[in-house]
C-alpha cells in the first residue's frame, strides 16, 4: 500500500474529532518515547498486549520492561512462549509451567492448556493499565481503526484496560467504508470455512453513552482513553 | 393488561420527571440529526439502502439458506425458530446443557419481544442486562422506553435514588458517579458469565457474518468474553454482502444519534482459534466456543407476506423516527404498552404482538409525517399507519360516530352541506359574542378540552361562491379553487382572499360548483371507500372547466388532491388517469402564487415582525417551505424564525377526537414557541393549523394573532 499523506491527514483529523488522542511518530524513538511517557504519566505497572509487528519493530516490549513496566502478551501462543521464557518448549513443560504460574494442576493436553489459557488471561485483561494492539488498516474517512483476527485476543485487550492505545502503520490507511469492504473480502480467513476473519473489528472514537443524563462524553466501558500511534516510519 | 391507553398517555403527561427526562431528548436528537447530515448526501444514501433493503427482503428465504450454510461452515450453529417460544426454548434448553447459572446480555429489541430475559429468570437463570441504559430500566423493573435510548425517561435523581436502593449505598447524583457504579457492577458480571447473549444488527449471508454495533463497548465483551454466545437475531436482518453492511452503517448511526459510526462495530464470524502449539491445534481461542446463532421469525413472514406492511422490515432499529415524533416527546415509550414504539413500533406490535393493541397505538398518531422525512430506510410510516387503519375497518367496521360522520354525512356534499347548516344552529347556546366555542357539552365535551373552536360560519362559502363558478372567458389561465371543508364551514372569508390574490396574478380564479370534502379524514381514519366516492366526486368536478391550476389553502386536502387520489383510484384505469391529471394541476396557494410571479406584494412599510408555522402536509407533504416566506419578506414583514417551526401543532387527524390531551401537549409546545418568539402575528399556510393555534391561543388568552398566509396577504396588497 502507498503512503498517502493526505489519508493521514484526514485520519488524523476525523480521529480526534471522535475524541481519540492521536500522535504521528517519524521514528521508532518518537513512538517508543510516546508510550514510555503514558505510561509514567498514567503510573501503569502492567501492559497486556496482541501480537504487532510494528511492536516489534520497534523494540516496544523490552523498552517497557527496561522502564520496569510489566508486558503481557495476550495470544495463547506468545503468552506460553512467554512463560517458557520466550522459547518454543513442548507440552508438558508448558503445562508444567502455567500449573506453577497459577498454583493448579494442568494437563499436558491442547485443551487442558488452552482452557487454563483463557482463564488466566480473562482476568489479566480486566486488571491491566494499558492495553496495546495493533490496527490492521485505518479508515481516514471515519478516523476508524479496523482489526482482524481469530483469537479474540486483540479486542479483550482493546476493550478491558483501564487505557488502549493502537498502533497504526501509517501505510495502511484506506479513504472509507467501500474501501475497507474491499480490504476485508481480500484477507482470507485463516481458518478452514472462513471466508473472512473471525473478529473484525471497527473502532472509531471512544466508548461512551448517552444514557445518564450529563454524561454524554463520558467514558462508559471500555477505556477510559483512547490513543492512537500513527508510526509514519521515514 | 397495563392501564388502558388513554390512561397511560394521561398518566405520561401528568409525570414531571417523564416530562423533565424528555426535554433532553429533543436537545440531544435534534443536535445529533444536524451532526449526523452533515457531508452526505441523505437521499441517495437512503435511497440505497432503501433499494438494498428490498432486494434482501424479496431474497430472504435464499439468504437465510445462503448465511446458514456459511455461517455453519465457519463453525457457528444456526436455529431456526418460527416464533418466541421456539426461541426461548432453544436457549433454555441451551443452557440447561451447559449449567449456566449467570448471563450477561447487550441490548437486543428482539430478546425483548420474545420475552427471553423472563423466561431463563422463570428457570432460575440470572440475567444480566449489561447496556447502561438497559440496566437501569432492569433494575426498576419497567421495559425500555426507546429502542436507542432505553432510560430516557429517567432524570439523574431517579438513576441516583435507584442505584443508591438497589447498592445499599448512598449514591450521588454526579453523572459520572452513576456512570462508575454501574460500570463496575457490571464488570464482575462479565467474569461471571457462563453465557452472553446478544443481537444483531446485520447478519451477512455472503460470509456467515454477525455485525454488532455498540457504543458503550458491552457488546465487545459479552460476545467475547463468555465461553458461550447466543445471538438472537430476527430473520429480517439478513443482507447480501458487506456492501450492503456498509449501507446500513453509513446511516445508522448518524441517524440515531449523530456520529458517522458507532463507536465499536463488530462483525463476528464462526468461532475463532489461536493456532497451535508446536504444530498441535488449540481448538478454540479466547472467544466463545461456541456461537449460537438463533433466527426468529415471530410474524416476520406474515409481514413479509403481507404487500401493504412489507416495508416494516426495512427497520435498521435507528430510532430516528422515535426521536422526531411529536407524539413520542409528549409521552415517550412505555405508553406504548408493548416493546416497539412510536410509528413504526405500532406497525411492529401487529404482526409481533397483538394487532388489537396496535390498532388502539395506530390512533395516537398525529399524520405529521415527520417520521418518514427521516427514515434511513425509506419507509414511509404514516401510510403503513393508514394501511393498519384501513385494515382494521376492513376487518371489524367503523364505531358508529365515525359510521355516522364519514359514510352517512360526509361521503355525500350536499348531506355535508345540510350538515352544515343544521350545526350552525344548533351551536347557537354555545357560540360566543366572538364566534368562537368554548365549551361543548357531553359527549363532545372532549373536542373543546384544549382549544376554542371556531364557530361554523351561517354564510357558508358554496352560497357565497354561486356566482364564481365558472372562470372569466378569455386568454387567462383558469384557477379552480378547491376550498376544503374548515375553509367552506368556518373561514369562508378566505375563499374571498383567494380571489382578490389570484385576481390581482391576472389570473381567471373560479369555485367548481359540486366540490365536496377531499376525503383524508375518512380515508386516513382507514375509510378507504369514503375517499374513493369522494375522489371520484371531486376528480369529476374539478376537472370538468379543464382548469389550469387547481389551488387550495389547506394543504391537507392538497396532498390528498395530488398525492392519495392516484393511489386510491388505481383499481380504475380511466378514473386513475384523471387522478393524475388532476394531481398534475394541484397548487397550494404559496406556491401558485410564487409560480405565477405574484406582483400582489409591493414591498410595503410597517415592516412588522412576524413569525410562520409550517404546515406538515406543506412542507413535508408537499415540499413547499420557502414560497410562504417568500411572500411574507416581499410583503414587507420580517419573519424572526421560532424554535422548531416545522413541528405538528397537534391538529392530529383522529387522535383529535380520540386523544384530545395528546394533541393539546404537542399544542403547548408549538404555543410555548410562538410565544418565545415575542411577536403579535404568527402567519401559517393551513386552515386547519389555523384553527388549532387560534384555537390554543384563545385559551391562553394570549393577545397573538393567528393568520392564514391568504387572508394575511389579501389584506397586505389592499393598504
Ligand atoms: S422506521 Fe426508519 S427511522 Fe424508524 S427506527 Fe426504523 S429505520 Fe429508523
Redesign the pocket.
Known amino acids: 500500500m502507498a503512503v498517502n499523506p493526505e489519508y493521514i491527514e484526514r485520519y488524523k483529523k476525523e480521529a480526534a474529532r471522535v475524541g481519540s488522542k492521536i500522535f504521528v511518530a517519524a521514528t521508532a524513538e518518537e513512538a517508543v518515547n510516546y508510550i514510555l511517557a503514558l505510561v509514567k504519566e498514567k503510573n501503569i505497572q502492567t501492559v497486556v498486549k496482541s501480537d504487532s509487528a510494528l511492536a516489534a519493530g520497534i523494540g516496544l516490549r523490552e523498552q517497557l520492561e527496561n522502564n520496569g513496566v510489566r508486558v503481557i502478551e495476550t495470544s495463547i501462543v506468545q503468552w506460553i512462549r512467554q512463560l517458557s521464557g520466550g522459547r518454543e518448549a513442548p507440552l508438558d513443560e508448558i503445562a508444567a509451567s502455567i500449573s506453577s504460574a497459577t498454583g493448579e494442576k494442568i494437563e499436558p493436553k491442547p485443551e487442558a492448556i488452552l482452557k487454563a489459557a483463557r482463564r488466566v488471561l480473562k482476568d489479566t485483561y480486566a486488571n491491566a493499565g494499558l492495553g496495546i494492539t495493533q490496527a490492521d488498516f485505518g479508515i481516514a474517512e471515519s478516523g476508524t481503526l479496523v482489526s482482524l483476527e481469530n483469537e479474540g485476543n486483540a479486542r479483550l485487550a482493546a476493550a478491558l484496560p483501564h487505557i488502549h492505545l493502537t498502533l497504526l502503520d501509517g501505510n495502511c490507511i484506506v479513504a472509507n467504508l467501500a474501501e475497507a469492504a474491499e480490504r476485508i473480502k481480500n484477507t482470507a480467513g485463516g481458518i478452514p470455512g472462513h471466508k473472512v476473519p473471525t473478529f473484525i473489528t471497527y473502532l472509531t472514537g471512544r466508548n461512551t453513552t448517552g444514557d445518564i443524563p450529563g454524561a454524554l462524553f463520558a467514558r462508559a466501558q471500555g477505556p477510559e482513553e483512547e490513543h492512537i500511534l500513527i508510526l509514519a516510519l521515514q | 393488561m397495563a392501564a388502558g391507553i388513554k390512561k397511560r398517555i394521561k398518566n405520561a403527561l401528568a409525570d414531571n420527571n417523564l416530562q423533565t427526562a424528555l426535554g433532553r431528548l429533543a436537545v440531544l436528537t435534534k443536535g445529533g440529526r444536524r451532526m449526523g447530515m452533515k457531508g452526505i448526501d441523505f437521499e441517495v444514501l437512503r435511497n440505497d439502502l432503501h433499494d438494498r433493503k428490498e432486494k434482501s427482503i424479496a431474497n430472504l428465504p435464499h439468504l437465510i439458506q445462503q448465511f446458514k450454510e456459511n455461517a455453519a461452515a465457519a463453525g457457528a450453529i444456526v436455529y431456526e425458530a418460527g416464533d418466541a417460544r421456539e426461541a426461548n426454548e432453544y436457549v433454555l434448553r441451551l443452557a440447561r446443557q451447559h449449567g449456566v447459572r449467570h448471563i450477561v446480555k447487550s441490548k437486543s429489541m428482539l430478546t425483548e419481544e420474545i420475552g427471553l430475559k423472563e423466561h431463563l429468570e422463570q428457570a432460575g437463570i440470572h440475567v444480566v442486562e449489561t447496556d447502561i441504559g438497559e440496566r437501569i430500566v432492569q433494575l426498576a423493573g419497567e421495559r425500555p422506553a426507546h ?1 436507542v435510548g432505553p432510560a430516557i425517561h429517567k432524570t439523574v435523581d431517579q438513576i441516583a435514588e435507584l442505584l443508591s436502593r438497589v447498592t445499599g449505598n448512598e449514591i450521588g447524583t454526579g453523572s459520572q458517579e452513576l456512570l462508575d457504579t454501574i460500570r463496575d457492577s457490571l464488570r464482575q458480571s462479565y467474569l461471571d458469565a457462563e453465557m452472553g447473549i446478544s443481537g444483531a444488527n446485520i447478519c451477512i449471508a455472503e460470509t456467515g457474518t454477525l455485525v454488532i454495533v455498540t457504543n458503550e463497548g458491552n457488546g465487545q465483551i459479552v460476545t467475547t468474553l463468555s465461553p458461550l454466545h447466543v445471538a438472537i437475531v430476527g430473520m429480517e436482518k439478513l443482507m447480501g454482502g458487506l456492501e450492503d453492511a456498509n449501507a446500513v452503517l453509513h446511516l445508522l448511526s448518524r ?2 444519534v449523530g456520529p458517522r459510526l458507532t463507536v465499536y462495530t463488530s462483525f463476528i464470524t464462526g468461532t475463532g482459534s489461536a493456532g497451535d502449539i508446536g504444530g498441535i491445534p488449540l481448538c478454540g481461542g479466547q472467544g466463545p466456543r461456541e456461537l449460537h446463532i438463533v433466527l426468529v421469525d415471530n410474524g416476520r413472514s406474515e409481514l413479509r407476506n403481507s404487500p401493504e406492511f412489507r416495508k ?1 422490515l ?9 426521536n422526531i415524533c411529536p407524539v413520542f416527546a409528549s409521552v415517550a415509550g412505555q405508553v406504548y404498552g408493548h416493546i416497539y414504539q ?3 413500533g405500532t406497525i411492529l406490535t401487529a404482526f409481533f404482538h397483538d394487532p388489537q393493541r396496535a390498532h388502539e397505538l395506530s390512533e395516537m398518531c398525529m399524520g405529521c409525517l415527520a ?1 418518514r422525512t ?4 425509506g ?1 414511509d ?1 404514516p401510510r403503513l399507519i393508514r394501511n393498519l387503519k384501513a385494515r382494521k375497518v376492513r376487518k371489524h367496521g367503523f364505531p358508529l360516530l365515525k359510521r355516522v360522520a364519514y359514510r352517512g354525512i360526509l361521503k355525500s356534499p350536499s348531506r355535508t352541506e345540510s350538515a352544515a347548516r343544521a350545526l350552525a344552529k344548533l351551536q347557537q347556546p354555545f357560540l360566543d359574542a366572538d364566534y368562537m366555542i368554548r365549551k361543548l357539552p357531553y359527549p363532545l365535551g372532549n373536542l373543546t378540552d384544549t382549544i376554542s373552536l371556531p364557530g361554523i360560519n351561517s354564510s357558508l362559502l358554496a352560497g357565497r361562491m354561486r356566482s364564481h363558478q365558472t372562470p372569466e372567458t378569455g386568454t387567462k389561465a383558469k384557477v379552480a379553487f378547491f376550498a376544503g371543508c374548515v375553509t367552506a364551514y368556518a373561514y369562508p372569508d378566505l375563499g374571498d382572499a383567494v380571489f382578490k390574490l389570484l385576481d390581482e396574478c391576472d389570473t381567471a380564479p373560479y369555485y367548481p360548483a359540486g366540490q365536496a370534502c377531499c376525503g383524508a379524514p375518512a380515508y386516513f381514519s382507514g375509510d378507504s371507500s369514503t375517499g374513493l366516492t369522494l375522489a371520484r366526486h371531486n376528480i369529476e368536478s374539478l376537472l370538468l372547466m379543464e382548469p389550469d391550476y387547481v389551488v387550495t389553502v389547506c394543504p391537507g386536502c392538497a396532498a390528498m388532491l395530488k398525492n392519495e387520489y392516484p393511489l386510491l383510484t388505481s383499481g380504475d384505469a380511466a378514473l386513475h388517469k384523471s387522478a393524475l391529471k388532476l394531481g398534475a394541476k394541484v397548487r397550494d396557494l404559496s406556491q401558485l402564487l410564487i409560480e405565477l410571479g405574484s406582483e400582489s406584494a409591493e414591498k410595503a412599510t410597517g415592516g412588522e415582525i412576524v413569525t410562520y408555522h409550517d404546515p406538515c402536509h406543506l412542507k413535508r407533504g408537499l415540499g413547499v417551505f420557502t414560497e410562504p416566506r417568500k411572500l411574507i419578506e416581499k410583503a414587507g414583514y420580517e419573519l424572526v424564525e421560532m424554535n422548531d417551526p416545522d413541528a405538528c401543532c397537534g391538529f392530529g387527524g383522529d387522535a383529535l377526537l380520540t386523544h384530545p390531551e395528546l394533541c393539546g401537549s404537542i399544542l403547548k409546545r408549538k404555543l410555548d414557541n410562538i410565544e418565545a418568539t415575542g411577536v403579535n402575528t404568527v402567519v401559517t399556510a393551513c386552515t386547519a393549523c389555523v384553527l388549532q393555534l387560534r384555537g390554543g391561543l384563545d385559551r391562553r388568552k394570549s393577545p397573538i394573532k393567528v393568520v392564514h398566509i391568504a387572508e394575511f396577504l389579501a389584506k397586505e396588497s389592499t393598504k
Open positions: 429502542i441517524c440515531c416494516a426495512y427497520c435498521i432499529k435507528c430510532g430516528a423516527c422515535l412510536g410509528g413504526i417520521c427521516v427514515c434511513p430506510s419507509i410510516i
